[in-house]
């Protein structure tokens, strides 16, 4: 099983890991979209270690879970300048 990248307490709780089990993995388009933020944000090696993106490779696949791209997004001051109006 592929563990995140990026870790913080959440991703190291073990109930939590098991609760989000169930939670499928989406890609790089389904995450652009659902956040509305620019696609190569998501499908770009360098801008996701730039914005911290949290991420799964899964062999030669990056995926995502939304509950983790929710929050990120949540705490990201990057995406609160973009949806404010403002240019990265």
């Known amino acids: ?16 890991q098991i609760a989000d089990a169930a939670e499928s993995m989406i890609d790089a388009k389904q995450a652009a979209s659902s956040l509305r933020l620019p696609y190569y944000w998501f ?11 949290p991420h799964y490779l899964l062999g030669g696949l990056v995926r995502f879970r939304m509950s983790e791209l929710a929050a990120w997004a949540a705490e990201s001051s990057a995406v609160q300048s973009k949806t404010a109006g403002g240019t990265e």
């Open 1 to 16: 099983m592929a563990g995140p990248l990026l870790e913080n307490e959440y991703m190291n709780n073990p109930i939590a």
């Open 43 to 53: 499908a770009d090696q360098k801008m996701r270690a730039k914005f911290r993106i």
